[in-house]
């Protein structure tokens, strides 16, 4: 495995932890939780989910089109990573 691919998958189990966390708040008793967080949070998993894909994806993929999904997996970290940085109003 190539190093991009280790960092991008140390990254995503970081991301996913803060994710959880996240989520576990929301699920507290008594504490009401608005729709643009639970937005935001499911917008995280999605975007969690398709860098895991495209991290699968560049894995399993021939040297042929790796150059390609490197940038695939690179940008779709770039979206996680943003929508971290920028939570919905």
């Known amino acids: 495995m190539e190093r ?3 960092q991008m998958e140390a990254q995503l189990k970081l991301w996913g932890l803060k994710i959880d966390r996240l989520a576990a708040k929301t699920e507290i008793a008594g504490v009401q939780t ?12 999605a975007l969690h989910a398709i860098a ?10 021939g040297e042929a ?11 779709a970290g770039k979206d996680l990573e943003a929508a971290f940085k920028n939570p919905m109003p």
């Open 52 to 61: 895991e894909a495209k991290l699968l994806e560049f894995k399993v993929a």
């Open 65 to 75: 089109s790796r150059a390609r999904l490197e940038t695939e997996m690179k940008n």
């Open 34 to 45: 608005g729709f643009y967080t639970l937005m935001h949070i499911d917008e995280l998993k």
């Open 4 to 6: 991009v691919a280790e």
